[in-house]
């Protein structure tokens, strides 16, 4: 490259590149000067810039950050840390990894590439497309991302975009990340915990590494608590500002539904155009909105213009991106798109199409209760900072409107300052295990910008020893380390090593992988459910839900290998009323996951889906893992109590339990939230003698006292002296007494 700090042809663009004298030598001035007097080239890959490279520079130097760029190339430089202050619009996102990438190229790439972190993995596919048509190079050679079991890169890849939890789990087999030069960690003000995570580990790891840039991207609410965190940094402050009209509605949060419809109405009939977000507390909020939207909204004049509905779920792949400039030219001309999401997606919604956001200013929030090991499903007020970036989402180009079903007081009392850590209100096993993973590599210190709480610890490695993953020194034993090798909680990753014993690898992988993708059954409209039943039936198994996705996924195999095409896939989905992306995405998980069994030579028999002594052994499988998640139907009508608290919940209206009315006494379930509806969901049948054969005998004594605890006692007593024996001799070096001196995260 050019030995000049700003590298600039005159005739072709404006855009400027940053690099020390140091750094660049006379050869690549030279090529520069030969590169202008022709065709500019792109040094990433060599080949002459294309006419959309240049459009969308023009585009990119009107970001508000693009001011910060020399400021920030010099902070690169002369510092190791760098902390970018900005909002959701300002482009901080898509820009500052374009220069972190020029000034790896700068010195050839000797100390890595750029890696740019991302809370959702939808953010991190859009970001990567867009960065990809920006820099002029292609997806998944120069640019390039990585989600949890899809990766889009290549050993030509110098800037990649992935999901936070994806770095963390890269620092599994390399724990100073030695591929890298710049790390970059956006989204922080999310909280997740794999950043927060990562945040506390790349403390020691810059300490190891001098020649490591990290960036931090962060919205001004949490400027202050990062700039304690790590010290006397470089902070770059983009300057935005936003004209938007804030409009607070009191009162509205008590019919928030008639509210949102005469508010959508009232902006279809207006002559603005643009598009719409709504913000609800939770998933089925968006259910119900979209029916009454989409029930009312079919009486509008249709010369107003199509009112196109979309639903956003969690967890789901969307395309509510920036779309190309031709569909947006269509989609603002001829109709107008209402997006109804929940609240964790505000920060993945950067259209530039959206005009007018309705915000009810309450989520549903999961929190983790670690004395009964489940969560609860609890309506709280949004954080100041949530409503804060929710108004910059409608952009800075032109003026947006905000309406908020709530009043300033409500805003400024009952709204905390900033969004809650994740790691204060989850469930930590898993991220337990992998700090245990990452000590073998003699990083287990981790200093946590907001510690959790020392009960939310304690559980963790509680379960991770009930699951056999700890010894007895309270270090990873060589059955956790192969457990933390699968990217899944710690008790699935104990059924799947258990499905290796009992010879139903096959069947156990397929579970695995359909829990883990989203829900294979189709959002259903109200009035709908019996006729899904019907389509479902097919697919029920006596033996319970886990069961019943084995028999989808194999369905759903057999048409995909004996159609003619995707299309015929699809209508065999639509057909069944079944998610064909979430049949897809199990197909992918579970590819991946046969892939780690190989690749870690665990033993693996051929599929006898179906015979009696497979189900037992599935059974086994999942009891091996699920054993602190057992309930019994204490009155034969349906009501559930929890073994591990007195918590009572009925089985899920569409486990196939439920719909033929055939209830098991006792169930092993895979989820349960303390909601309005405290439903079980994914259940099958075990039997207690099974689950006294497979519970670590410390962990039935320590259960609390209950009726069903003194039955399975009985049972107990009934085994044959023999079995106990082995039982016992195969837990002796597990000791309840020692259990708490073990468990010390180191």
Aim: charged share 25%; net charge negative; proline share 5%.
């Amino acid at each position: 490259m050019a030995e000049e700090e700003e590298l600039e042809c005159p005739n072709s663009s404006s855009e400027k590149r940053y690099f020390p004298d140091s750094l660049g030598s006379s050869e690549g001035g030279e090529a520069g000067a030969l590169a202008c007097e022709d065709l500019e080239l792109n040094p990433f890959d060599g080949l002459p810039y294309s006419s959309r490279y240049y459009k969308l520079l023009k585009e990119r130097e009107d970001l508000p950050i693009w001011k910060e760029k020399y400021s920030f190339m010099e902070n690169l430089l002369q510092s190791q840390i760098v902390i970018v202050s900005g909002d959701a619009r300002c482009g901080k996102s898509s820009q500052v990894p374009q220069w972190c990438a020029e000034y790896c190229l700068s010195i050839r790439y000797q100390h890595g590439g750029v890696v740019c972190t991302q809370v959702h993995k939808q953010s991190v596919v859009q970001l990567a497309l867009r960065v990809a048509d920006e820099m002029d190079v292609n997806i998944g050679h120069e640019v390039g991302y990585m989600i949890p079991f899809e990766n889009c890169c290549s050993s030509e890849t110098i800037l990649r975009y992935c999901t936070d939890d994806m770095l963390q789990r890269e620092m599994m087999s390399s724990p100073f990340l030695g591929s890298y030069g710049v790390i970059i960690l956006d989204d922080i003000h999310e909280r997740s915990i794999a950043t927060d995570v990562l945040l506390g580990l790349l403390k020691d790891v810059l300490l190891a590494r001098p020649e490591l840039k990290l960036i931090i991207n962060s919205s001004p609410h949490l400027i202050s608590k990062l700039s304690s965190y790590y010290g006397n940094v470089p902070l770059i402050e983009v300057k935005n500002k936003h004209p938007v009209e804030v409009v607070y509605l009191s009162g509205a949060q008590k019919e928030p539904f008639e509210s949102i419809l005469r508010l959508i109405f009232e902006i279809h009939r207006s002559a603005e155009k643009g598009d719409v977000v709504v913000f609800l507390a939770c998933e089925q909020d968006i259910e119900k909105a979209y029916e009454i939207i989409c029930q009312e909204g079919s009486n509008l004049n249709p010369d107003l213009g199509e009112l196109v509905v979309v639903p956003l779920y969690p967890n789901e792949k969307c395309a509510l991106f920036k779309p190309n400039d031709e569909t947006e030219k269509r989609c603002q001309v001829y109709q107008r798109r209402v997006v109804l999401t929940a609240s964790s997606g505000e920060s993945a919604i950067w259209s530039s199409t959206v005009k007018f956001a309705i915000d009810v200013g309450v989520e549903r929030r999961k929190v983790y209760n670690p004395r009964i090991r489940a969560d609860s499903l609890v309506m709280q007020p949004i954080s100041q900072s949530q409503a804060e970036i929710r108004k910059q989402i409608l952009g800075s180009s032109s003026s947006g409107k905000l309406f908020c079903l709530y009043s300033e007081e409500f805003a400024s009392e009952d709204m905390r300052p900033l969004k809650p850590a994740e790691m204060q209100e989850a469930n930590l096993t898993r991220m337990v295990l992998f700090m245990k993973r990452i000590d073998i590599a003699g990083l287990g210190h981790c200093d946590f910008m907001n510690r959790p709480a020392p009960e939310s610890l304690m559980q963790a490695l509680e379960d991770l020893d009930y699951l056999a993953a700890l010894d007895n020194d309270g270090n990873l034993s060589e059955f956790g380390i192969i457990m933390s090798e699968f990217p899944l909680d710690p008790q699935l990753s104990k059924s799947i090593l258990a499905s290796c014993e009992f010879d139903c690898v096959d069947e156990m992988l397929t579970i695995a992988a359909m829990v883990t993708a989203p829900n294979c059954f189709s959002h259903l409209p109200r009035g709908a459910e019996e006729a899904a039943l019907s389509c479902w039936k097919t697919f029920f198994h006596p033996e319970g839900d886990h069961f019943t996705l084995i028999n989808i996924y194999k369905a759903y195999q057999d048409v995909a290998l004996n159609s003619s095409g995707e299309h015929c896939v699809e209508k065999w989905c639509h057909d069944y009323l079944l998610n064909c992306s979430a049949l897809r995405m199990a197909d992918v998980i579970r590819a991946e996951l046969l892939e780690i069994i190989k690749r870690i030579e665990l033993p693996y028999t051929e599929p006898a889906f179906g015979s009696k002594e497979n189900t037992l052994n599935i059974r086994k499988a999942l009891l091996s893992g699920y054993f602190m998640q057992i309930a019994r139907d204490v009155d034969g009508s349906g009501n559930y109590l929890m073994l591990t608290h007195k918590q009572v919940a009925q089985l899920h209206p569409l486990s196939c339990y439920s719909v033929t009315k055939k209830m098991p006494e006792w169930v092993l379930f895979h989820k349960f939230s303390i909601s309005d509806n405290n439903y079980i969901r994914i259940a099958s049948e075990i039997s207690p003698e099974l689950f006294m054969q497979l519970a670590p005998q410390y962990y039935f004594s320590n259960l609390p006292p209950s009726e069903s605890k003194d039955i399975l006692q009985q049972v107990m007593d009934h085994l044959s002296p023999i079995s106990t024996m082995k039982k016992e001799q195969k837990m002796c070096e597990k000791c309840p007494e020692t259990t708490e001196q073990r468990c010390t995260i180191q």
